[in-house]
């Protein structure tokens, strides 16, 4: 069983920063998705293991970015300019892979979750 530790969040202003962060020691496709409120989870980003390869949601693309840093088993979501639409409990999660270059994009994807933790933007 994987163990996925999340950390970051928070509360900000429209226009704001904020910086989330997940550890997970082994070989994995990870990512980012959110689920706001009345909605259905949706992916933001994700990464594959190699960190060569990213994917973003159209919503976030050019606003949040997506890295890792296997040397400390993390995988890092920034996110600048933030919306009031981009509140939402943002969890992270992870695949086991054996192609580093990969990315998988659908939630189904991934068999391993974070907690959540929760993202408000104030307007």
């Known amino acids: 069983q994987v163990q996925l530790v999340e950390s970051g969040g928070g509360l900000v202003q429209a226009g704001g920063s904020l910086s989330l962060s997940c550890a997970a020691s082994?070989?994995?496709?990870m990512g980012w998705f959110r689920q706001a409120p009345g909605k259905e989870r949706e992916i933001v980003a994700v990464?594959?293991?190699?960190?060569?390869?990213?994917y973003y949601a159209i919503s976030v693309k050019g606003r949040f970015t997506i890295s890792r840093d296997n040397t400390k088993n993390t995988v890092y979501l920034q996110m600048n300019s933030l919306k009031p639409e981009d509140t939402a409990v943002y969890y992270c999660a992870a695949r086991a892979s054996g192609d580093i270059f990969r990315v998988l994009v659908t939630i189904k994807d991934y068999p391993y979750w974070g907690q959540g933790t929760q993202v408000t933007v104030s307007s």
């Open positions: 990464i594959s293991w190699s960190g060569s390869s990213t």
């Open positions: 082994g070989r994995y496709a």
